[in-house]
């Protein structure tokens, strides 16, 4: 008789994974489907993100942003190196041991945790079994109590632009050139197509960006959105909005991409293209009919506040169900189900939900938009400071950007933080951190920040927001 399971989640990624260590930290005899191939030809956890996104991308920006600074402000910083040159090999090889080392770090936690690694693609059947097909093509049928999907999703494809080789190439090819390419197409200019463009653009290659929007990072405060346009374009990303891309050709080992806009049609050859519009749920075969769990249009499964579909005893978390797709807020739904399953209330807050472009300068934010705001007819009041007026800024000569704070008037709550600049991405915390216990924009304020620190730009924009900022102009007296 095989043995029964409590928790049998599927898919390996930040949210299954993050799910399935919690659910056998809570004494649940948990099991977790992963059907991940590595580029050793070997099985491994960690789903896209820690194999061929988030985790090698950020590798890559890393290394990149060093090269970049090394070669273009060590000088002014009083630094003489020389000429600084690129080793491509090396550091696509480093970004693959980071790779390495954390997936192997999933493997060896779940093994502490008593975690059973399924080997293979799982679907879910009736009476909440599972199968489990592995490489070889052998079936096997697992009794759960409890199904967690977590299966992620894979990147959208193009008809017009099919995938050739690596000449055009998803998000994911993109991160294994061994040279560095003369030109670059990526379309999409959205958090993807940003990132990867300022990878190849910091090693040397002429990068444009397609947009089919008219409008750039929509989902961005408006304020912060023209000042990231406008820093990408000096840095030399040419974007173009309001470009609708026809198709591709690849000729002679370059790519041709026909493109329109408000001009005309045009073509233009790269070396090569990166097809960054965006990801889309992995969902297909993931259910037996016969389970009958409730999807949408996208293929998404319909869950209510605690990620339980239709079904009682089956979850969805991550990029399966409503909701943004990223990394943490799968982790922290796996943390969720798991903490449910184990008898415990658990909940989340999806109106503090922490966003990142991973860039230089780096783009961070929470809460609601001005624009957002405005539209629900809040009173509010915005604060802001520019990194310019930075003492710790302008010692580390990286002073582009600002903190943007708003505050709702008829309760002094923080509702959005907006930031542009160094470390965006760490300083955005305390203003989740802020939000999550209800914080007024006075105990921000009250907050004694050490000095100098980049943190000290959100106190200041704190209190601008209440017009009694300390080192920029205020546009009020405050008595």
């Not at 045009?266 to 990166?274: A, G, P, R, V, Y």
């Not at 297909?284 to 579909?309: K, M, P, W, Y």
């Not at 999806?350 to 938009?369: C, F, L, Q, R, S």
Request: charged share 25%; with cysteine; proline share 3%.
């Amino acid at each position: 008789m095989t043995e029964v399971y409590d928790v049998i989640v599927i898919g390996g990624g930040p949210a299954g994974y993050v799910a399935a260590i919690r659910a056998a930290q809570l004494g649940l005899k948990t099991a977790c489907v992963e059907k991940w191939i590595n580029k050793q030809d070997k099985p491994a956890l960690g789903g896209t993100c820690l194999n061929v996104g988030c985790i090698p991308s950020k590798a890559l920006l890393e290394s990149t942003e060093l090269y970049e600074t090394a070669r273009h402000n060590f000088f002014d910083l009083g630094i003489n190196v020389g000429e600084v040159s690129l080793d491509v090999p090396k550091m696509i090889g480093r970004k693959d041991k980071v790779v390495t080392e954390l997936t192997g770090g999933i493997e060896m936690l779940f093994k502490q945790n008593g975690i059973d690694w399924l080997q293979g693609t799982g679907q879910v059947l009736a009476d909440k079994q599972v199968k489990v097909t592995d490489h070889k093509g052998k079936d096997t049928i697992h009794d759960t109590e409890n199904v967690i999907i977590a299966t992620g999703s894979v990147p959208i494809e193009l008809s017009a632009t099919p995938l050739e080789g690596n000449i055009v190439v998803d998000s994911a090819g993109a991160l294994d050139w061994q040279a560095v390419p003369s030109s670059v197409c990526v379309i999409g200019a959205g958090v993807i197509g940003l990132e990867l463009g300022s990878v190849w653009r910091r090693m040397g290659s002429e990068v444009v960006l397609l947009e089919a929007q008219d409008a750039f990072l929509p989902m961005v405060d408006k304020a912060i959105a023209k000042e990231a346009q406008r820093t990408f374009a000096k840095q030399g990303l040419d974007i173009k909005l309001s470009t609708r891309v026809m198709g591709s050709t690849v000729k002679d080992g370059k790519v041709v991409v026909r493109f329109q806009d408000a001009k005309g049609e045009h073509e233009q050859t790269f070396d090569k293209l990166i097809v960054a519009v965006g990801r889309r749920a992995f969902t297909d075969n993931i259910c037996a009919s016969e389970v009958n769990v409730q999807q949408d249009e996208r293929g998404l499964f319909h869950v209510n506040e605690h990620c339980e579909t239709n079904v009682p005893g089956i979850y969805a978390i991550g990029d399966v169900v409503r909701g943004p797709m990223l990394a943490h807020k799968g982790s922290e739904e796996g943390v969720m189900v798991a903490e449910r399953i184990a008898g415990e209330n658990s909940s989340m807050n999806y109106d503090v939900m922490p966003n990142v472009i991973y860039t230089h300068p780096e783009v961070a934010w929470v809460g609601k938009t001005e624009e957002q705001l405005k539209s629900e007819g809040v009173d509010y009041q915005v604060g802001s400071f520019p990194f310019a007026a930075s003492g710790r800024a302008k010692a580390k000569g990286d002073t582009t950007g600002m903190v943007k704070i708003i505050r709702d008037k008829s309760n002094d709550r923080l509702v959005g933080a907006h930031l542009i600049g160094p470390s965006a991405s760490e300083l955005l915390a305390q203003s989740v951190l802020a939000m999550e216990f209800d914080a007024t924009i006075e105990d921000i304020a009250h907050t004694i920040h050490a000095h100098p620190t980049l943190s000290e730009a959100v106190h200041e924009a704190a209190l601008s927001a209440d017009g009694r900022a300390i080192h920029i102009g205020n546009r009020k007296k405050r008595a």
